[in-house]
């Protein structure tokens, strides 16, 4: 049975990372839309988290690999009360919080990212320095499509398996699209899950718009005890904007006109209020 909660957070991440990419008329909103389902249920069911306290050492840690998506990052940690959203409408600018990829100046980010490829070997650290402490914390990492054509990931990959860091767990944001095109057409990693088992995962397939089957996704890898797990969540590039989706050409886009802003506001389902509401 579907969770209405959760869904309405993924709608109002949705809308507010447009929005952001709006007014500031820059961004990646194609990425953003596809990982709203998966921060909804990270931030609003998973996470063992205290805006209160961003830096608690017990907290559970997130990593966003694909980094450029970061506008529903910082829309799923606005709503989740690490910040004053007024700094929505400060995205990308000299004199606002959030930055045009994640930093760790802002509450609640755990890890930069910028050059894909560097968030499983990040996530592996910390999960390994919460072993070595005897903290029991989970560490997650959102992936994208261009970071499993990175070596890197591979190396952290057949590390995380080597020593069985179940309390690592990675999400593919598998929606098989990057900014030149078809992942297919520009270098191809998969079959995903085969790969990774042999690596010594777990690996779970999921629904990447379907927030329960998320949720229980998410449940079942951090039951896993003796091997870190891959959540293979198969999604859309640009969901819930009918224009959008599917289209690279909304990997990063110079800007969203307000027309278009309305239209993708009347399809996602319109969370927040007006077009014209505060921040």
């Known amino acids: 049975m579907t969770n209405p909660d959760l869904n309405h957070h993924a709608r109002?991440?949705?809308?507010?990372?447009?929005?952001?990419?709006?007014?500031?008329?820059?961004?990646?909103?194609?990425?953003?839309?596809?990982?709203?389902?998966?921060?909804?249920?990270?931030?609003?069911?998973?996470?063992?988290?205290?805006?209160?306290?961003?830096g608690c050492s017990d907290r559970d840690r997130l990593i966003l690999s694909k980094g450029h998506a970061c506008a529903a990052l910082y829309a799923a940690l606005g709503l989740r009360g690490y910040f004053d959203c007024v700094e929505f409408s400060r995205f990308r600018r000299l004199d606002g919080l959030l930055q045009g990829h994640p930093s760790v100046s802002i509450p609640g980010i755990d890890a930069p990212s910028g050059s894909l490829g560097m968030g499983l070997s990040q996530g592996l650290g910390m999960a390994m320095a919460g072993r070595c402490l005897g903290k029991d914390f989970h560490t997650w990492v959102i992936l994208g499509d261009g970071d499993m054509q990175e070596g890197s990931t591979w190396e952290a990959i057949m590390a995380a398996g080597h020593h069985k860091m179940a309390s690592l767990s990675a999400i593919l944001d598998a929606n098989g699209l990057q900014a030149d095109g078809r992942v297919c057409h520009i270098m191809e990693y998969g079959p995903a899950r085969k790969k990774v088992e042999a690596f010594g995962w777990n690996v779970i397939e999921a629904d990447g718009h379907d927030c329960d089957t998320l949720a229980g996704a998410c449940g079942a890898a951090r039951d896993c005890r003796d091997k870190p797990t891959l959540i293979v969540a198969r999604t859309v590039k640009g969901k819930g904007v009918s224009f959008m989706e599917n289209q690279p050409m909304w990997h990063g886009t110079a800007k969203i006109s307000e027309d278009e802003l309305r239209l993708a506001f009347s399809e996602i389902g319109h969370a927040s209020g007006a077009l014209d509401s505060p921040i």
Do not use: N
Not at 24 to 49: C, K, M, N, Q, W
């Open 12 to 54: 109002q991440i949705r809308e507010e990372a447009l929005r952001m990419i709006h007014h500031s008329t820059g961004g990646h909103p194609g990425g953003a839309l596809s990982i709203a389902d998966i921060l909804a249920v990270l931030y609003f069911s998973e996470l063992r988290i205290d805006p209160r306290d961003p």
